[in-house]
């Protein structure tokens, strides 16, 4: 059986900043790409942040670069988001999610048709 699980969420203030953990369980998370996407209320799935397998090549998207960071720790079979200046507009629950494709093109790994495994999410709340 293969398990994603995210951890960190929770209730912060515009500007705080939480770090969300994605850890894999049933497989080892060392040769596959990682990507985190979220949904807010009545929208769409979304990708944000996402990383590979060998060269840790990372892309965001446009609304968070600069203030997210997604990185790999492979000893501990996890994946981190770290998630500084938050805004409101940030709200949404946070799924974890991996691939094991040899060949993915720049920006492709914010698509979700790219990935087979997804974690079963955690809720981040960005108010005042």
């Known amino acids: 059986q293969l398990q994603l699980v995210e951890s960190g969420g929770g209730l912060v203030q515009p500007g705080g900043s939480l770090r969300l953990s994605c850890v894999a369980s049933?497989?080892?998370?060392?040769?596959?790409?990682v990507g985190w996407f979220r949904q807010a209320p009545g929208k769409e799935r979304e990708g944000v942040s996402c990383i590979s397998s060998r060269l840790r090549t990372t892309y965001y998207a446009d609304s968070v670069k600069g203030r997210f960071t997604i990185s790999r720790d492979n000893a501990k079979n996890t994946v981190y988001l770290q998630m500084n200046d938050l805004k409101p507009e940030d709200t949404a629950v946070y799924y974890c999610a991996a691939h094991r494709r040899t060949l993915v093109l720049q920006g492709m790994c914010l698509m979700k048709s790219v990935y087979d495994n997804w974690g079963q999410g955690t809720q981040v709340t960005v108010s005042s």
């Open positions: 049933g497989f080892t998370m060392d040769y596959y790409g």
